[in-house]
């Protein structure tokens, strides 16, 4: 018995708020799957498909806990090479689901290369911010180190998964002013950022077309697709990059537009993913109407995964979303006080990055389900039913837990004075 209970090495709550988001994910991926059911006819192959990719990523994460944390250096420029070439044949050749190019295929294994890169950004920068730390905080050269390797990563994740980018971009801006960069330089990059932002929605809103426009037009048959939609309308899709700029001016418009629509004229097909979160969300109360029990399920796309959190209030109410947003607080307050306790640079801004990327996510994905962000594909963390990005995730835990594990900790000052 004690050799099992020695598996769970590292923060011992850490463990239970895994233990606990794993519960949660396993019921509502269960209540929110009834679209897969039904089209395979099978109610139990979804849910054991999701809760062995879950059994996958526990083991995962129980190898990568075992690893040194120091070990984790040695990883970075073979996991750099990998995520560029892999980012590119993405770009290049990816499989498309839900209308972008961000999946490859890898020994019959599908997976998202820019799950990796995030990881692989967070390890860099931590490592550039530990090399350059003085006294005052981290040497000038640390802000042109890690912009050289972050922004081909950022920029070649942006066109087909723009929703990535800014969270890498943001985690990337975090862990810069957590690694004490100069002021001056992170003022110039906030400036560089809102500049490039408003010339990148005008550029956006000028040259993508809103589902209206692109009924209206007839581009050329090389750079466009005309499709048939279910009311015998002809709507042209355009292929390539500009294709995302579309996308990207619907979730605009859609999300700055404040005009009342009458149910009569709503778009069901192409707004249903808000509409029906939204519903959710209003249907839900204080309480909820217990597991097992929602009904925008059965209209919500992507009930199980990105809008996994809709489903969570319709079913489990105003305390139970409460609950989850407090369990990813604690896993941030937990990784800093890990990360106080480390006594070198890398393992402590390893365990922040890797948090802030967890919870950043988990935070504007549920941003998103409730109506203060433009629709992402981001999932919820160990919640939403995933494959690779699920496994991923545990493995980005197991390395926290490594560095709570392993990783030499600061002596307290009682400590100090029984040493003296």
């Not at 209540?31 to 809760?51: R, V």
Request: aromatic letters at 12%; proline letters at 3%.
């Amino acid at each position: 018995m004690t050799k099992i209970f020695n598996i769970f090495k590292g923060d011992k709550c850490i463990w239970g708020l895994f233990l606990l988001f794993c519960i949660i994910s396993i019921i509502e991926v269960y209540s929110a799957s009834s679209i897969l059911t039904y089209k395979t006819e099978d109610y139990a192959n979804p849910i054991l498909k999701h809760i062995g990719m879950l059994v996958i990523g526990f083991f995962a994460m129980v190898m990568v806990l075992h690893i040194p944390c120091s070990k984790f250096k040695i990883l970075i420029p073979f996991l750099l090479i990998f995520s560029f070439i892999f980012l590119i044949v993405a770009l290049l050749n990816g499989e498309s689901t839900n209308g972008a190019q961000r999946w490859v295929s890898l020994f019959g294994i599908q997976f998202q290369p820019s799950e990796i890169a995030k990881g692989t950004a967070v390890l860099t920068i931590a490592q550039i911010l530990s090399f350059t730390q003085t006294e005052v905080g981290a040497d000038k050269r640390a802000f042109s180190y890690i912009l050289w390797v972050c922004l081909p990563l950022i920029g070649l994740i942006f066109f087909e998964n723009f929703s990535t980018a800014a969270l890498l971009f943001a985690v990337m801006f975090m862990m810069m002013v957590i690694g004490r960069i100069p002021k001056k330089y992170i003022l110039r990059l906030v400036l560089c950022v809102v500049v490039s932002a408003t010339i990148a929605v005008l550029v956006v809103l000028g040259v993508g077309k809103t589902d209206k426009q692109l009924a209206l037009d007839s581009g050329s048959a090389n750079t466009e697709t005309t499709l048939t939609q279910d009311d015998g309308t002809s709507l042209i899709k355009r292929q390539g990059l500009l294709h995302r700029f579309d996308t990207w001016k619907n979730r605009i418009t859609g999300f700055l537009s404040s005009d009342e629509i009458d149910y009569k004229n709503y778009d069901w097909d192409k707004n249903g993913q808000k509409a029906h979160a939204r519903i959710a969300i209003a249907t839900g109360g204080l309480t909820g109407k217990m597991p097992g029990n929602s009904v925008e399920r059965d209209w919500l796309p992507q009930a199980f995964a990105d809008f996994i959190y809709a489903i969570i209030i319709e079913e489990m109410g105003l305390f139970g979303a409460l609950i989850v947003v407090i369990l990813y607080i604690i896993l941030l307050f937990r990784v800093s006080k890990i990360a106080n306790k480390c006594e070198r640079n890398f393992p402590a801004f390893l365990v922040l990055g890797l948090g802030l990327l967890i919870c950043t996510q988990a935070f504007f994905n549920m941003c998103v389900t409730v109506g203060l962000a433009p629709i992402t594909g981001q999932p919820l963390p160990f919640i939403s039913k995933g494959g690779t990005s699920t496994v991923i995730n545990c493995i980005y835990l197991g390395m926290i837990l490594s560095v709570s594990h392993t990783a030499k900790k600061r002596k307290t000052e009682l400590e100090i004075v029984k040493e003296v």
